[in-house]
């Protein structure tokens, strides 16, 4: 049975930083990990993916690119999402997710039906 389970996430200031969990089990070969996040009122927007053993540098949304930063935990199936220089606009409900596919290219973010299995997602609220 595959799970995807997120936490941190928080409230900060303008500029502040903030750091999200993403644990996924229940794959046995390869997966494409995404983030996603959804404002209130808008629709999911695709954050960074990259496929699960990292074989090539995430891929980031223009919005988050030099701020956002996706890696890989010390165990197997851990990433995180740092966020860094924290806006207003980047509040909102942060989705992990993943799909079940070897490749995960950059227009995977525009499609956030290719991804399959979700997490609970977990809220980030920025204050200017």
């Known amino acids: 049975q595959v799970r995807v389970k997120q936490s941190g996430g928080g409230s900060v200031q303008a500029g502040g930083s903030l750091r999200l969990s993403c644990e996924v089990s229940g794959y046995t070969v390869y997966y494409c990990l995404g983030w996603f996040r959804q404002a209130p009122g808008k629709e999911r927007e695709g954050v960074a993916t990259?496929?699960?053993?990292?074989?090539?540098?995430?891929l980031y949304a223009d919005s988050v690119k030099g701020r956002f930063t996706l890696s890989k935990g010390n165990a197997e199936n851990l990433f995180y999402l740092r966020l860094n220089n924290l806006k207003p606009d980047d509040t909102a409900m942060y989705y992990c997710?993943?799909?079940?596919?070897?490749?995960?290219?950059?227009?995977?973010?525009?499609?956030?039906?290719?991804?399959?299995?979700w997490g609970q997602g977990t809220e980030v609220a920025v204050s200017s």
């Open positions: 997710a993943a799909a079940p596919e070897s490749l995960c290219p950059s227009w995977y973010l525009d499609n956030p039906a290719r991804f399959r299995d």
């Open positions: 990259v496929d699960n053993e990292l074989s090539y540098a995430p």
